[in-house]
C-alpha cells in the first residue's frame, strides 16, 4: 500500500485547511488511518486517528475542537480539516496505516505517505 498526502500550504493563523491521504489500493481501506505531524526541531506526534469505517476517531488534546478526521472508501481517501489553525500548527503531516485502532504509537502505524507540509502565520 502507498499513501500520498496533500493539501498543505502555507495559511494565516485562522484560516483553515483540508488534507488528503490517497491510497493506492482499497485494503487501506480496512484498517484504521492516523494522522501525525512533525514540527521543526520536534519529533513526530499524534494528531488523529479513525477507525476503518469511520464510526469512532479520537484526537490529541490540542487539536480537539479545530480538527477533524474522516475518510471516504469508496475514494481510497482520507481527510484532515483543520480549521482555526495557529502557528503551533506549522508542521510536515503524515499519514499512515495502524492495525490497532486507539493507537498513537508510531511503531504501530505503517505505510508512512510523504508529508505535506502545513505553515501557519501569526
Known amino acids: 500500500v502507498q499513501l500520498q498526502a496533500f493539501g498543505g500550504g502555507l495559511v494565516q493563523a485562522g484560516d483553515s485547511l483540508r488534507l488528503s491521504c490517497a491510497a493506492s489500493?482499497?485494503?487501506?481501506?480496512?484498517?484504521?488511518v492516523g494522522w501525525f505531524r512533525q514540527a521543526p526541531g520536534k519529533e513526530r506526534e499524534f494528531v488523529a486517528g479513525i477507525k476503518w469505517n469511520g464510526a469512532s476517531t479520537y484526537y490529541t488534546d490540542s487539536v480537539k475542537g479545530r480538527f477533524t478526521i474522516s475518510r471516504d472508501n469508496a475514494k481510497n481517501t482520507f481527510y484532515l480539516q483543520m480549521n482555526s489553525l495557529k502557528p503551533e500548527d506549522t508542521a510536515l503531516y503524515y499519514c499512515?496505516?495502524?492495525?490497532?485502532?486507539?493507537?498513537?504509537?508510531?511503531?504501530?502505524?505503517?505505510?508512512w505517505g510523504q508529508g505535506t507540509l502545513v505553515t501557519v502565520s501569526s
Open positions: 489500493t482499497r485494503t487501506a481501506n480496512t484498517v484504521a
Open positions: 499512515a496505516l495502524t492495525f490497532r485502532y486507539g493507537s498513537q504509537r508510531q511503531e504501530e502505524h505503517h505505510w
